[in-house]
């Protein structure tokens, strides 16, 4: 049967949700799809994967630091052994990471980034997002093996049976190895992944104002701190947290953007979110336009209310 092969990244173990949907939108297909895990700990996902529809698990064995080049050999090795037609990773930084190294080794045009994947007739056909976001283009892929990565918070997780057949396969091992990565001292979401994102812009006229944001974020309690360019340039918040064309691109099922005018750097990151919420005082705020919904006002006055009635929605459930 024709399969897919998906590179799943894990932390100790446990699959990131981007991996799991990337997954999820491999097993829509219909065909098998093949999970890789390399690392510490890779073999305990056996059963995360096999649930979320794996069929076959290639775990790589001796890779115990993260190798670019070395993952992306031992990618396209298992893709040639086991005669996958696609190679599939979520557009994390991993997957980014990885996604032109495997294509070159596969002789394959990269698609990075795309929202919508499917089979038919032999033919995959993806969507992706371009200018910035203003277009969506439909593409087909020539290239013998096709190799993607899927926005975030794009596909559904699948539900599988059955224990998928578990393989081991020592790393070719590579160049380069990251020797050490500094974790951030706090646990918080990444914006990529949170479901909920509140993001802030200029408006709250300086990083004490996005008190207002971190307490609505925290009210969800599922939810990111996202921020414009203009306060990420003003020492407001950190880089990590900026939505938009040389930030973050998110697609959340809710995306609040508060104090944020809406240029079109900006929605080319959160425009796919699947709910946008705009609060702005000034009613022609270009944001206005891609918002599902619109609040014209002052954010110190809303966001504490809706703080209020989050928490008191959570009360009471
Ligand atoms: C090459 C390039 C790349 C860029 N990349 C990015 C990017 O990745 N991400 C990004 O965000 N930008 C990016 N920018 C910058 C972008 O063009 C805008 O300058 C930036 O997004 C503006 O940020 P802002 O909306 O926070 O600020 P502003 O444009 O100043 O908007 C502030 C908004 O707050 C509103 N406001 C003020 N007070 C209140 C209040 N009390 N209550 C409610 N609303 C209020 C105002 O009406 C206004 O609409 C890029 C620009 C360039 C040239």
């Known amino acids: 049967m024709t399969s897919i092969l998906v590179f799943v990244e894990h932390v100790r173990g446990t699959p990131r ?4 949907e990337t997954l999820g939108a491999a097993t829509a297909t219909g065909l098998a799809p093949i999970a890789l895990v390399t690392g510490p700990d890779a073999a305990n996902t056996a059963a995360a994967l096999s649930a979320a529809g794996a069929k076959k ?18 990618i396209a090795a298992a893709v040639t052994a086991h005669g996958a037609k696609a190679f599939l990773a979520a557009a994390t930084s991993t997957g980014k990471d990885l996604l032109g190294r495997v294509a070159g080794l596969l002789d394959s045009a990269p698609l990075a980034d795309c929202t919508a994947f499917s089979f038919a007739g032999g033919t995959f056909t993806l969507q992706r997002p371009i200018l910035a976001g203003k277009a969506i283009a439909t593409v087909q892929s020539k290239s013998a093996v096709l190799c993607a990565t ?9 539900s599988g049976s059955g224990a998928a057949e578990v393989s081991t396969v020592a790393t070719k091992g590579g160049k380069v190895v ?9 646990a918080k979401l990444d914006v990529k992944e949170a479901p909920v994102v509140v993001s802030g812009g200029r408006g709250l006229r300086e990083a004490a104002g996005f008190k207002i944001v971190e307490d609505l974020a925290a009210a969800f309690g599922n939810a990111a701190v996202g921020a ?10 950190p880089h990590g947290e900026q939505v938009g064309q040389t930030g973050k691109t998110v697609a959340p099922q809710l995306y609040i953007a508060v104090g944020i005018s809406g240029a079109i750097q900006h929605l080319a990151g959160m425009r796919t979110s699947k709910v946008i919420v705009a609060i702005n005082k000034d009613a022609a705020a270009p944001i206005f336009k891609v918002a599902d919904y619109g609040i014209v ?3 110190f006055e809303i966001l504490p209310a809706l703080t209020a009635a989050v928490k008191a929605v959570k009360a009471s459930n």
Do not use: Q
């Not at 949700?17 to 799991?20: C, D, E, K, T, W």
């Not at 899927?150 to 699948?158: D, E, I, K, M, Q």
């Not at 414009?228 to 020492?235: C, I, N, P, T, Y």
């Open 17 to 20: 949700r981007a991996s799991l």
């Open 57 to 74: 698990l290639v775990v790589v064995t001796g890779a115990d630091k993260y190798s670019p080049d070395g993952t992306a050999a031992d």
């Open 150 to 158: 899927l926005r975030p918070n794009t596909f559904a997780v699948a």
């Open 178 to 186: 990251v020797i050490g990565v500094a974790a951030k001292g706090d």
């Open 228 to 237: 414009s360019r203009a306060v990420v340039d003003s020492g407001w918040r």
């Open 297 to 299: 006002g002052d954010a």
